[in-house]
């Protein structure tokens, strides 16, 4: 699994005028080709009088699904641009599709390069960006002799807290950064002598959304 990649958590609609054309951008989320598809077509429906809908989209943790289409735009002015746009913003699982509303006046490559790109800017400033991170959830069982201790070794490390039960003993359970886990399992094994039980029950994606982390 790749340890970190980022994604549009949240999308959005961007708008550039050149030259009397409308460049609507329309940005979502997708999760595989079959919904990206199917975006597109959403978006040829809502602006049906459109002369061009041409699109982007990068699908995979590694961006293992890429396509893109110029729809009848000269070749390489609309869909590529978009994509070098997509792609150097590092995002994934995302598809975008830009409109245009012809104004009468031809705009050139150079303009169409332009436009398509700059107006696919202008949708990604109105969505949510979040870097996916590659975490393990350690389940931390201790008596309550060990609970300062461990509590204290957590937040210093920046460790955050998913779950606690108190019975007769307590078990933690963290979001450890796949980075950070050797050090902090290290950590808990000297702070507490030893005495506490770790372990790894699962392995998550997680963000950062206003300051709230979110498992994906």
């Known amino acids: 699994m790749v340890e970190r990649y980022k994604i549009v958590y949240q999308g959005g609609t961007g ?17 595989s080709e079959e919904e990206a598809l199917a975006f ?11 002369r061009h809908h041409c699109f ?25 641009p978009m994509m070098d746009v997509l792609a150097g913003e590092g ?27 700059g107006a696919l800017k202008e949708g990604l400033k109105a969505c949510v960006v979040v870097e996916k991170k590659l975490a393990s959830c350690l389940e931390v ?26 019975t007769d003993q307590v078990l933690f359970t963290f979001l450890v950064p796949a980075a950070e886990e050797g050090r902090f399992k290290a950590q808990l094994t000297e702070g507490t002598n030893g005495r506490a039980s770790i372990k790894n029950v699962d392995e ?13």
């Open 91 to 117: 995002l994934h699982d995302v598809c975008a599709v830009v409109t245009r509303y012809f104004g009468g006046t031809l705009l050139g490559t150079g303009g169409l390069v332009r436009a398509y790109s």
């Open 40 to 50: 597109v077509e959403e978006m040829r429906r809502k602006y049906w009088d459109a």
């Open 141 to 166: 069982r201790t008596d309550y002799n060990g609970v300062g201790k461990i509590q204290y070794i957590a937040a210093q490390s920046g460790i955050d807290t998913l779950d606690s039960q108190y």
């Open 56 to 80: 982007a989209y990068i699908i995979g943790d590694r961006g293992q699904t890429a396509r893109c289409s110029d729809d009848g735009e000269p070749s390489q002015t609309a869909g590529k």
């Open 204 to 216: 998550v994606y997680y963000g950062v959304v206003d300051g709230k982390v979110i498992v994906f």
């Open 15 to 31: 708008e550039l005028v050149e030259k009397k054309s409308r460049f609507i951008a329309d940005i979502k989320p997708v999760a």
